[in-house]
């Protein structure tokens, strides 16, 4: 199946600062999505982004589908950014849709 | 719109026993998936369903299945539980298959003893 791979595996930054984690990819995919997990265990949607560039506010995402990776920045962190970050992919293949892959995500940790 | 439900959200079984969850989608959404999270495992999809119909199945053993109704509302089951099953069970639901955004609901946490 289709690999997926986030980095840096955690990241401990001061208020204030920028970041970015960056999700490479196995194969063509036709689903690639960002999430925040919160401390409760739900995954908000933060981007849906097969290809191409979105801006939400202080975040952003690049997905770059002919190279296999997407990118999610993060300007002027605060403390309620901290959590775990996830990259998932799906690949339509000939039987059909493979579901989501996750990959391990970014444990981000935004420090007052 | 409500979001994505899910009940029980937590939930304490002992080995061997069986478990029903239930996960109702953001209205007009036809789709739905399950995955299982585990600190060993990650997040791994279980299976969706579309149409009353499972259309793709994740690498999990038979003791777990799932339907789905005609209100779009699902199910899943686990039978004979075993320790590694605990885990939190999340559903997301979509408009229509898996190529579409994906909106997870706050999902079930399973403790086995």
């Known amino acids: 199946g289709i690999q997926v791979e986030q980095s840096p595996p955690d990241l401990i930054l001061q208020e204030g600062a920028n970041s970015t984690l960056r999700c490479n990819f196995s194969?063509?995919?036709?689903?690639l999505q960002w999430f925040h997990q919160n401390p409760w265990g739900q995954l908000i949607n933060l981007f849906y982004?097969?290809?191409g560039t979105k801006q939400n506010g202080r975040l952003s995402a690049t997905t770059v589908a002919t190279e296999r990776y997407s990118l999610l920045y993060i300007s002027s962190s605060q403390t309620t950014d901290s959590g775990v970050y996830f990259c998932?992919?799906?690949?339509?293949?000939?039987?059909?849709?493979?579901?989501?892959?996750f990959g391990k995500g970014t444990h981000l940790i935004i420090q007052p | 719109k409500a979001g994505v439900t899910q009940t029980p959200r937590y939930l304490i079984k002992t080995r061997g026993q069986q478990v029903t969850l239930s996960c109702s989608p953001i209205?007009?959404?036809?789709?739905v998936s399950w995955y299982q999270q585990t600190p060993g495992q990650g997040l791994q999809f279980l299976f969706e369903?579309?149409?009353?119909?499972?259309?793709n199945k994740g690498n999990f053993p038979g003791r777990f299945s799932g339907r789905q109704f005609s209100n779009s509302r699902s199910e899943m089951n686990v039978s004979t539980l075993e320790l590694g099953d605990s885990a939190l069970y999340l559903c997301?639901?979509?408009?229509?298959?898996?190529?579409?955004?994906?909106?997870f609901g706050p999902g079930t946490r399973l403790t086995v003893t």
């Open positions: 998932a992919v799906e690949r339509r293949s000939g039987g059909g849709a493979d579901g989501l892959t």
């Open positions: 369903y579309f149409s009353e119909t499972q259309r």
């Open positions: 209205s007009g959404h036809r789709s």
């Open positions: 997301a639901s979509s408009p229509r298959t898996l190529t579409y955004e994906q909106y």
């Open positions: 194969d063509s995919v036709n689903n």
């Open positions: 982004i097969p290809s």
